[in-house]
C-alpha cells in the first residue's frame, strides 16, 4: 500500500520552469516504478515520464530534453523537473506507483490526486 501526493504545479509563461514532487508513504516505495501522467481537459490521462527502482528513465517524445524525473528512495519522494514549458504541457499532473515490464510501465492503483500546471502569457 502506498500513498501519493503531489506539489509543486501553478502558472507559469511559455519557457519557463516548475519543478513538481510527489511525496510517498508506505514502506516499499523503493520497490515500485514511478511515472508522472497527465490529463488535459476533455482529453484521456496519458504517461509522461517513467522511473525504476534503479533510476532508469524514459519520457514521451513530447518532452525528451525538456523534462527530466528523478527519485529520492530514501527520502519517499519522486520530482519531475519541467524546463521550456509550452502551453501544450497544459494539464493536470499526477503521479503514479506501478512496474515495468518488458519495457513497458503498469500502473497500480496508486494514484496521487494531481496538481495542476498552466502554462499561458
Known amino acids: 500500500q502506498v500513498q501519493l501526493v503531489e506539489s509543486g504545479g501553478g502558472v507559469v509563461q511559455p519557457g519557463g520552469s516548475l519543478r513538481l514532487s510527489c511525496a510517498a508513504s508506505?514502506?516499499?516505495?523503493?520497490?515500485?516504478?514511478m511515472a508522472w501522467y497527465r490529463q488535459a481537459p476533455g482529453k484521456q490521462r496519458n504517461l509522461v515520464a517513467t522511473i525504476t527502482s534503479g533510476g532508469d528513465t524514459n519520457y514521451v517524445d513530447s518532452v525528451k530534453g525538456r523534462f527530466t524525473i528523478s527519485r529520492d528512495n530514501a527520502a519517499n519522494t519522486m520530482s519531475l523537473q519541467m524546463n521550456s514549458l509550452k502551453p501544450e504541457d497544459t494539464a493536470v499532473y499526477f503521479c503514479n506507483a506501478g512496474r515495468k515490464s518488458g519495457g513497458n510501465y503498469y500502473p497500480y492503483k496508486y494514484w496521487g490526486q494531481g496538481t495542476q500546471v498552466t502554462v499561458s502569457s
Open positions: 508506505g514502506k516499499l516505495f523503493s520497490s515500485y516504478s
